[in-house]
C-alpha cells in the first residue's frame, strides 16, 4: 500500500502522518502545488494550519492544485483519509458533510480522548468492531462537528461518554461519505501508533486501512 | 560621508532613546562627529541593555562555560550540546517580559516565535518549546488577564508551527502583579555537521533577507520596552509590541532549513531585537568585516518608511542569510517555492563598517566595532538592602489550620494545583517525540533516533531567590537537576533567562550579583556549563521590583527512552521511600505564604555535594528500572509530593511517620532542595541507603492517603478529595 501525504504551506503534522503510515506501507509526501499524485493507492490529508488557517479553516487549502487530484480520486473511489485540519479541508472541498465550528469552549484543546467506533465497514475502520473503544489524542481550536441541514451523515467515530471536547453534535468525532472511501475525523490516529509516546489505538485505523493485520 | 540633508540629531534626542549624554559623547568621540538620525538609532539600539548586556556582561563572565558536551557556547544565536548518534541539542531560553505586560497576547506569541528563530538560526530543527510565566496573584483581574492572553498567545504560535509545548512553569507572586514575566525556551536537533554560525564571511558575499516584509511594528522595542521600567503610560507603547504571524515562520523555518540541508547559505541569523541593525552589526562583527545594507531594496510595508525606521523596526519573521554569489539564484528559488520573500539587500564588505545606502545615498556609516564592542560596561554597585525589600503575602490559610487543612489548601493554591488548564491549550504531541507529556513525569522527555532520550525542565523560584539571591539560585538549578534525574537524565547543558529589577538600584546590584554567584556555583558543582542565555533588567514597576527570578533551563540525556521515569505510584505494595539530603525548612515556603508569613532574609544552606551524589542515585536508580516512581519534593514539601504521585498515579500510600514532636508541619510541608519520593521494591531502598540518606516510610496501595503519627492518630485524604483540590485550583481562571 502506497500512501501519499499531502503537504502544504502550515502543515504541521505530515511528517507523524507519513511516519504512521509507514508503519503499515509505503509512504510519500505530496507537495500542495502539484497535481501528480504519484500512484498512491490512499491520500492522506494531514492536521495542522494550512495556509494558516486564515480566512477559515481548510478554506484556502481546498483550492490548491493538489487539491483537484485529490478530489478526482476520491470521486474515484480512492481512500482519502482527514485528519483534524485534514478533516476540516475535506469537508470545505464537499467530499465530506457538514462543517467544524470552533470548539464549544473556545479554546485550544490538546488531550487523549476515547472514542466507540460506530461504522466498522469502512476502510478505514474494518479491523474493528462496532463498539470498540480507541484512545487516541487530539489537539484543535475549530473541532466542533456540525451537521448538514439535511442531517444525513455517515458516523464512523463517537466520542465515548463525557469525552466530547468541543461540543460536537451527537458526540460525532468522525465521519465517512455516503460510500465510505472518505473519513475525516478531528482526534490524531497518527499520534497513537508507538507505545513509547502513549496509545497505539490509531494503529488500527492505518492497519484497515492498509488490509493488514493491527 | 552621510548625507546631511536634515539636521544631525543632539543629545536630547539621544537620550529620548535611552542613551546616557556621556554614551552620547562617547559615540560622537568613535564617530568624530556627531552620528545622523540613522546612526544615532543603531547606536540607542545596540547599546541599550538589551543588546549591550552592559550591566550585567562582567558578571557573566563567572559563569562556567565549558563542558564535555559542548558544541556551541554563548555567543551563537543558541548553544547546543552533543545528545550522541551524531546530532547536537541547540536550546536557548529568551525573555519577552515587558511586550507581554503591554499586550499579552502578541507579547508571548512573538516570544516564541523569537525563540524558535534563535533555534533554527543555527541550523536545528526545533523539537520543543517550554515556558516560564511570572503573574500576580490571581485574585486581580489584571493577572487573570495577562494569563489567559499570554497562554492563548503562546498556544497561538506554538501550536500553529507544528513545535509542540512540552512543559514550562508557572508562579503567581504580588511582586508581577504589574510587571509579569513571558520567557520562552526552544530546543532544536541539527547533525553535528549542519550547526551554522552566525559570522558573516567573504568580501564580495550577498546579503538575503528572507520572510515578512519591514513596517513600523516593534520601532524601539528592545531601548523603550525592554530596558526601561514599566510605568503608567504603557498603553501608549502598544506600537512597541511587534505583532506575530506564526505562518509566515512556517514558511520562513522550512525554507531555511532547506537552505541549510541543500548548503546554500555561508551564515544565517534572525532578526530579532534592533532588527536589520542588530542582526548585520553582530554578523559583521563575528566575521571582523564590513556590511553595505541598501534599504531602498528592503520590502516594506508602508513605501515612506525612513531608513532608520526600516534599520531598527522589529517586524517577525525576518532572517539574514549570508550566500555566495553564484548561489544567489538558487536561494530566491528555494524562497518562492516556500512562497517566502527573499531579496538580496547587500553584501559583505572589507571595510569594517556598516554603511546603510538608499538610492545610492549613504544614509549611515559606522564602524561595526563602535557598534558591537564599545558600548560602555559599567560595574555594579551592590548593596544589601537593610531590610525587607517585598511585604508579606497576603494571608489565605488561618495559621492555625490543621495539617489536614494545610495540604488541601497548598494542593488547590496557585502555585501548586495542576496546570492542565494551561497545557492542555498547547500541543504537547506534534512531531511524534514525546514521551513523557506535562505532569507525568518531572520533565518532559523527547525521544531520539537512536533509542535515547532528552528530558528538559525549566524552574526559577523566585520567592526563595528573593529570600536569598545566592541560595535561591543555587536552589532553582538543583530543582532542574532533580527534575531530570527523576527522569532518570544526566544534565548535559543550561541555559538562563535572568529577570531582575534596575540594576542601577543597589539592592538590585545585589540580587543579580548573588544570583549569578550562586548560578556559576551549582554550575560548577554539577559540571554543567551554561551554554547561553539572557538577561532581562528593569523589571519593575512604580510599586518596586518583581522578585528577582533567575530562570533556569536544563537539559539532559538518557540512554534508554522507554525506560523514563513516572512521577505517579505505579504498582500497589512498592515501598515508598524519602531519599535524599532534605533539610525540610518552613521560612519562605507555600504554607509560609498561604499564612502570610514574610520572607525570612535568608535560606538554609545547601551541601552541593550531597545534592549531586542524590541525584546521580536517584538518576541511576531510574534508568536501571529499579524504582517505579521518581518525584522531587518542591514547592509544598513532603506531602504535597507524595500527593501529586499519589494523584498522578491513582493510587493512595499509607505512611508511618515517627511522631516528630514539635514541627510536624515542617516535616509535611517544609521546603528544601535534595529530596526524593520514590517507590519500588524495599531492597532497592536498602541498597541506596549505603549512598545516600533513604527511609522507607509506607506503602503504595488503596484509594487513600493515610499518614500514621503514633500516638498522635492519623492524617487521612481520600484520593478523590486530594485530587479535586489539587484539579480544581486553576480551572476556574478558564472556564
Given at each position: 500500500?502506497?500512501?501519499?501525504?499531502?503537504?502544504?504551506?502550515?502543515?504541521?503534522?505530515?511528517?507523524?502522518?507519513?511516519?504512521?503510515?509507514?508503519?503499515?506501507?509505503?509512504?510519500?509526501?505530496?507537495?500542495?502545488?502539484?497535481?501528480?499524485?504519484?500512484?498512491?493507492?490512499?491520500?492522506?490529508?494531514?492536521?495542522?494550519?494550512?495556509?494558516?488557517?486564515?480566512?477559515?479553516?481548510?478554506?484556502?487549502?481546498?483550492?490548491?492544485?493538489?487539491?483537484?487530484?485529490?478530489?478526482?480520486?476520491?470521486?474515484?473511489?480512492?481512500?482519502?483519509?482527514?485528519?483534524?485540519?485534514?478533516?476540516?479541508?475535506?469537508?470545505?472541498?464537499?467530499?465530506?458533510?457538514?462543517?467544524?465550528?470552533?470548539?464549544?469552549?473556545?479554546?485550544?484543546?490538546?488531550?487523549?480522548?476515547?472514542?466507540?467506533?460506530?461504522?466498522?465497514?469502512?476502510?478505514?475502520?474494518?479491523?474493528?468492531?462496532?463498539?470498540?473503544?480507541?484512545?487516541?489524542?487530539?489537539?484543535?481550536?475549530?473541532?466542533?462537528?456540525?451537521?448538514?441541514?439535511?442531517?444525513?451523515?455517515?458516523?464512523?467515530?463517537?466520542?465515548?461518554?463525557?469525552?466530547?471536547?468541543?461540543?460536537?453534535?451527537?458526540?460525532?468525532?468522525?465521519?465517512?461519505?455516503?460510500?465510505?472511501?472518505?473519513?475525516?475525523?478531528?482526534?490524531?490516529?497518527?499520534?497513537?501508533?508507538?507505545?513509547?509516546?502513549?496509545?497505539?489505538?490509531?494503529?488500527?485505523?492505518?492497519?484497515?486501512?492498509?488490509?493488514?493485520?493491527? | 560621508?552621510?548625507?546631511?540633508?536634515?539636521?544631525?540629531?543632539?543629545?536630547?534626542?539621544?537620550?529620548?532613546?535611552?542613551?546616557?549624554?556621556?554614551?552620547?559623547?562617547?559615540?560622537?568621540?568613535?564617530?568624530?562627529?556627531?552620528?545622523?538620525?540613522?546612526?544615532?538609532?543603531?547606536?540607542?539600539?545596540?547599546?541599550?541593555?538589551?543588546?549591550?548586556?552592559?550591566?550585567?556582561?562582567?558578571?557573566?563572565?563567572?559563569?562556567?562555560?565549558?563542558?564535555?558536551?559542548?558544541?556551541?557556547?554563548?555567543?551563537?544565536?543558541?548553544?547546543?550540546?552533543?545528545?550522541?548518534?551524531?546530532?547536537?541539542?541547540?536550546?536557548?531560553?529568551?525573555?519577552?517580559?515587558?511586550?507581554?505586560?503591554?499586550?499579552?497576547?502578541?507579547?508571548?506569541?512573538?516570544?516564541?516565535?523569537?525563540?524558535?528563530?534563535?533555534?533554527?538560526?543555527?541550523?536545528?530543527?526545533?523539537?520543543?518549546?517550554?515556558?516560564?510565566?511570572?503573574?500576580?496573584?490571581?485574585?486581580?483581574?489584571?493577572?487573570?488577564?495577562?494569563?489567559?492572553?499570554?497562554?492563548?498567545?503562546?498556544?497561538?504560535?506554538?501550536?500553529?508551527?507544528?513545535?509542540?509545548?512540552?512543559?514550562?512553569?508557572?508562579?503567581?507572586?504580588?511582586?508581577?502583579?504589574?510587571?509579569?514575566?513571558?520567557?520562552?525556551?526552544?530546543?532544536?536537533?541539527?547533525?553535528?555537521?549542519?550547526?551554522?554560525?552566525?559570522?558573516?564571511?567573504?568580501?564580495?558575499?550577498?546579503?538575503?533577507?528572507?520572510?515578512?516584509?519591514?513596517?513600523?511594528?516593534?520601532?524601539?522595542?528592545?531601548?523603550?520596552?525592554?530596558?526601561?521600567?514599566?510605568?503608567?503610560?504603557?498603553?501608549?507603547?502598544?506600537?512597541?509590541?511587534?505583532?506575530?504571524?506564526?505562518?509566515?515562520?512556517?514558511?520562513?523555518?522550512?525554507?531555511?532549513?532547506?537552505?541549510?540541508?541543500?548548503?546554500?547559505?555561508?551564515?544565517?541569523?534572525?532578526?530579532?531585537?534592533?532588527?536589520?541593525?542588530?542582526?548585520?552589526?553582530?554578523?559583521?562583527?563575528?566575521?571582523?568585516?564590513?556590511?553595505?545594507?541598501?534599504?531602498?531594496?528592503?520590502?516594506?510595508?508602508?513605501?515612506?518608511?525612513?531608513?532608520?525606521?526600516?534599520?531598527?523596526?522589529?517586524?517577525?519573521?525576518?532572517?539574514?542569510?549570508?550566500?555566495?554569489?553564484?548561489?544567489?539564484?538558487?536561494?530566491?528559488?528555494?524562497?518562492?517555492?516556500?512562497?517566502?520573500?527573499?531579496?538580496?539587500?547587500?553584501?559583505?564588505?572589507?571595510?569594517?563598517?556598516?554603511?546603510?545606502?538608499?538610492?545610492?545615498?549613504?544614509?549611515?556609516?559606522?564602524?561595526?566595532?563602535?557598534?558591537?564592542?564599545?558600548?560602555?560596561?559599567?560595574?555594579?554597585?551592590?548593596?544589601?538592602?537593610?531590610?525587607?525589600?517585598?511585604?508579606?503575602?497576603?494571608?489565605?490559610?488561618?495559621?492555625?489550620?490543621?495539617?489536614?487543612?494545610?495540604?488541601?489548601?497548598?494542593?488547590?493554591?496557585?502555585?501548586?494545583?495542576?496546570?492542565?488548564?494551561?497545557?492542555?491549550?498547547?500541543?504537547?504531541?506534534?512531531?511524534?517525540?514525546?514521551?513523557?507529556?506535562?505532569?507525568?513525569?518531572?520533565?518532559?522527555?523527547?525521544?531520539?533516533?537512536?533509542?535515547?532520550?532528552?528530558?528538559?525542565?525549566?524552574?526559577?523560584?523566585?520567592?526563595?531567590?528573593?529570600?536569598?539571591?545566592?541560595?535561591?539560585?543555587?536552589?532553582?538549578?538543583?530543582?532542574?537537576?532533580?527534575?531530570?534525574?527523576?527522569?532518570?537524565?544526566?544534565?548535559?547543558?543550561?541555559?538562563?533567562?535572568?529577570?531582575?529589577?534596575?540594576?542601577?538600584?543597589?539592592?538590585?546590584?545585589?540580587?543579580?550579583?548573588?544570583?549569578?554567584?550562586?548560578?556559576?556555583?551549582?554550575?560548577?558543582?554539577?559540571?554543567?556549563?551554561?551554554?547561553?542565555?539572557?538577561?532581562?533588567?528593569?523589571?519593575?514597576?512604580?510599586?518596586?521590583?518583581?522578585?528577582?527570578?533567575?530562570?533556569?533551563?536544563?537539559?539532559?540525556?538518557?540512554?534508554?527512552?522507554?525506560?523514563?521515569?513516572?512521577?505517579?505510584?505505579?504498582?500497589?505494595?512498592?515501598?515508598?521511600?524519602?531519599?535524599?539530603?532534605?533539610?525540610?525548612?518552613?521560612?519562605?515556603?507555600?504554607?509560609?505564604?498561604?499564612?502570610?508569613?514574610?520572607?525570612?532574609?535568608?535560606?538554609?544552606?545547601?551541601?552541593?555535594?550531597?545534592?549531586?551524589?542524590?541525584?546521580?542515585?536517584?538518576?541511576?536508580?531510574?534508568?536501571?528500572?529499579?524504582?517505579?516512581?521518581?518525584?522531587?519534593?518542591?514547592?509544598?514539601?513532603?506531602?504535597?509530593?507524595?500527593?501529586?504521585?499519589?494523584?498522578?498515579?491513582?493510587?493512595?500510600?499509607?505512611?508511618?511517620?515517627?511522631?516528630?514532636?514539635?514541627?510536624?508541619?515542617?516535616?509535611?510541608?517544609?521546603?528544601?532542595?535534595?529530596?526524593?519520593?520514590?517507590?519500588?521494591?524495599?531492597?532497592?531502598?536498602?541498597?541506596?541507603?549505603?549512598?545516600?540518606?533513604?527511609?522507607?516510610?509506607?506503602?503504595?496501595?488503596?484509594?487513600?492517603?493515610?499518614?500514621?503519627?503514633?500516638?498522635?492518630?492519623?492524617?487521612?485524604?481520600?484520593?478523590?478529595?486530594?485530587?479535586?483540590?489539587?484539579?480544581?485550583?486553576?480551572?476556574?481562571l478558564f472556564p
Amino acid at each position: 500500500m502506497k500512501f501519499g501525504i499531502v503537504r502544504f504551506p502550515g502543515s504541521c503534522d505530515e511528517v507523524d502522518a507519513q511516519l504512521a503510515a509507514g508503519r503499515v506501507g509505503e509512504s510519500v509526501l505530496l507537495w500542495h502545488g502539484d497535481r501528480d499524485l504519484r500512484d498512491v493507492d490512499a491520500v492522506i490529508v494531514p492536521g495542522g494550519f494550512s495556509y494558516g488557517d486564515y480566512l477559515r479553516v481548510g478554506a484556502i487549502a481546498r483550492f490548491s492544485p493538489v487539491m483537484e487530484s485529490v478530489i478526482e480520486f476520491a470521486r474515484a473511489g480512492g481512500p482519502v483519509l482527514g485528519i483534524c485540519n485534514g478533516f476540516q479541508v475535506l469537508c470545505e472541498a464537499g467530499l465530506l458533510p457538514g462543517a467544524l465550528l470552533p470548539n464549544a469552549g473556545l479554546r485550544f484543546v490538546c488531550r487523549d480522548v476515547d472514542l466507540e467506533v460506530v461504522d466498522a465497514d469502512t476502510p478505514f475502520t474494518r479491523g474493528c468492531s462496532p463498539g470498540d473503544r480507541l484512545t487516541i489524542p487530539l489537539k484543535h481550536t475549530t473541532g466542533r462537528y456540525h451537521r448538514p441541514a439535511d442531517g444525513d451523515v455517515r458516523v464512523v467515530l463517537r466520542y465515548a461518554p463525557g469525552h466530547n471536547p468541543n461540543g460536537s453534535e451527537d458526540d460525532i468525532a468522525g465521519v465517512a461519505n455516503e460510500a465510505g472511501n472518505v473519513f475525516g475525523l478531528m482526534p490524531h490516529p497518527e499520534h497513537a501508533v508507538d507505545p513509547l509516546t502513549g496509545s497505539t489505538d490509531g494503529l488500527r485505523i492505518f492497519s484497515s486501512l492498509a488490509a493488514v493485520p493491527a | 560621508m552621510p548625507s546631511d540633508i536634515q539636521q544631525l540629531p543632539g543629545v536630547e534626542e539621544a537620550v529620548a532613546l535611552g542613551l546616557t549624554p556621556a554614551e552620547y559623547d562617547l559615540i560622537v568621540a568613535q564617530l568624530g562627529r556627531a552620528p545622523n538620525q540613522v546612526e544615532l538609532a543603531m547606536f540607542s539600539l545596540l547599546w541599550s541593555e538589551h543588546c549591550a548586556y552592559k550591566h550585567s556582561k562582567r558578571l557573566l563572565g563567572q559563569l562556567p562555560t565549558e563542558g564535555e558536551h559542548l558544541l556551541l557556547g554563548p555567543g551563537e544565536n543558541a548553544g547546543a550540546v552533543d545528545v550522541g548518534g551524531g546530532l547536537a541539542c541547540a536550546f536557548k531560553v529568551e525573555s519577552h517580559n515587558h511586550p507581554s505586560a503591554v499586550e499579552p497576547f502578541q507579547g508571548a506569541a512573538t516570544g516564541v516565535g523569537g525563540i524558535l528563530r534563535d533555534v533554527f538560526a543555527v541550523g536545528a530543527r526545533p523539537i520543543a518549546v517550554l515556558d516560564s510565566l511570572r503573574f500576580g496573584e490571581p485574585t486581580s483581574n489584571r493577572s487573570r488577564y495577562l494569563l489567559d492572553r499570554a497562554v492563548a498567545g503562546i498556544g497561538h504560535y506554538g501550536n500553529s508551527i507544528g513545535v509542540p509545548t512540552v512543559g514550562g512553569e508557572v508562579y503567581f507572586e504580588g511582586p508581577y502583579e504589574q510587571n509579569c514575566l513571558v520567557n520562552a525556551m526552544c530546543l532544536g536537533l541539527a547533525g553535528h555537521d549542519r550547526l551554522i554560525r552566525a559570522a558573516a564571511a567573504g568580501p564580495g558575499n550577498v546579503l538575503v533577507l528572507m520572510g515578512a516584509s519591514t513596517g513600523r511594528d516593534g520601532i524601539g522595542g528592545a531601548s523603550v520596552l525592554a530596558s526601561a521600567e514599566l510605568d503608567a503610560e504603557d498603553e501608549a507603547k502598544r506600537p512597541s509590541v511587534q505583532i506575530g504571524d506564526p505562518f509566515e515562520e512556517k514558511k520562513v523555518m522550512e525554507c531555511c532549513l532547506e537552505l541549510l540541508d541543500r548548503e546554500l547559505l555561508v551564515s544565517l541569523q534572525d532578526l530579532g531585537a534592533a532588527g536589520l541593525t542588530s542582526s548585520a552589526a553582530e554578523m559583521a562583527s563575528k566575521g571582523e568585516v564590513g556590511i553595505d545594507l541598501d534599504v531602498g531594496r528592503v520590502p516594506l510595508r508602508e513605501s515612506d518608511m525612513e531608513a532608520f525606521e526600516i534599520m531598527v523596526s522589529e517586524s517577525q519573521e525576518r532572517m539574514l542569510a549570508v550566500v555566495g554569489p553564484a548561489r544567489v539564484d538558487e536561494v530566491l528559488a528555494v524562497c518562492a517555492r516556500w512562497e517566502v520573500g527573499g531579496t538580496p539587500i547587500g553584501e559583505v564588505t572589507t571595510t569594517g563598517h556598516l554603511r546603510v545606502l538608499r538610492d545610492g545615498q549613504v544614509e549611515g556609516d559606522v564602524p561595526v566595532a563602535a557598534l558591537v564592542d564599545d558600548c560602555p560596561l559599567y560595574d555594579l554597585a551592590p548593596a544589601r538592602p537593610d531590610g525587607a525589600l517585598y511585604p508579606a503575602p497576603e494571608r489565605t490559610l488561618d495559621p492555625a489550620a490543621t495539617p489536614r487543612e494545610a495540604l488541601l489548601a497548598l494542593l488547590s493554591s496557585p502555585n501548586i494545583a495542576s496546570r492542565r488548564p494551561l497545557f492542555e491549550q498547547y500541543d504537547s504531541i506534534v512531531q511524534s517525540r514525546t514521551v513523557r507529556r506535562p505532569e507525568e513525569a518531572d520533565a518532559a522527555v523527547l525521544a531520539l533516533p537512536d533509542g535515547a532520550a532528552l528530558a528538559v525542565s525549566i524552574d526559577g523560584n523566585g520567592r526563595r531567590v528573593a529570600c536569598d539571591p545566592y541560595r535561591g539560585t543555587v536552589a532553582a538549578v538543583l530543582e532542574c537537576a532533580a527534575n531530570l534525574a527523576c527522569a532518570g537524565a544526566e544534565p548535559l547543558g543550561l541555559t538562563n533567562c535572568l529577570n531582575f529589577g534596575n540594576p542601577e538600584k543597589p539592592h538590585v546590584a545585589w540580587q543579580l550579583s548573588e544570583s549569578v554567584r550562586g548560578l556559576a556555583d551549582a554550575c560548577r558543582a554539577l559540571d554543567v556549563p551554561v551554554v547561553g542565555g539572557n538577561v532581562s533588567l528593569y523589571n519593575e514597576a512604580p510599586d518596586g521590583p518583581i522578585y528577582p527570578t533567575p530562570v533556569v533551563g536544563m537539559v539532559g540525556r538518557l540512554p534508554d527512552a522507554a525506560a523514563a521515569g513516572r512521577l505517579g505510584f505505579a504498582r500497589a505494595g512498592d515501598a515508598l521511600a524519602f531519599a535524599g539530603p532534605f533539610l525540610p525548612h518552613l521560612p519562605g515556603s507555600e504554607l509560609a505564604k498561604l499564612r502570610g508569613e514574610a520572607l525570612p532574609q535568608e535560606l538554609p544552606e545547601v551541601d552541593l555535594e550531597a545534592a549531586r551524589t542524590a541525584l546521580e542515585v536517584v538518576r541511576e536508580a531510574v534508568c536501571a528500572g529499579d524504582v517505579s516512581s521518581a518525584h522531587d519534593a518542591a514547592e509544598g514539601g513532603f506531602a504535597v509530593a507524595v500527593a501529586e504521585a499519589a494523584i498522578a498515579g491513582g493510587l493512595g500510600a499509607r505512611i508511618d511517620f515517627a511522631p516528630p514532636g514539635e514541627g510536624l508541619d515542617r516535616f509535611l510541608f517544609g521546603e528544601g532542595t535534595g529530596g526524593f519520593v520514590l517507590t519500588g521494591p524495599r531492597e532497592v531502598f536498602d541498597r541506596m541507603a549505603e549512598r545516600i540518606p533513604v527511609t522507607v516510610l509506607g506503602e503504595v496501595g488503596g484509594e487513600a492517603l493515610l499518614v500514621e503519627l503514633g500516638a498522635e492518630g492519623r492524617l487521612e485524604w481520600s484520593l478523590a478529595e486530594l485530587r479535586e483540590a489539587w484539579a480544581g485550583g486553576l480551572a476556574p481562571l478558564f472556564p
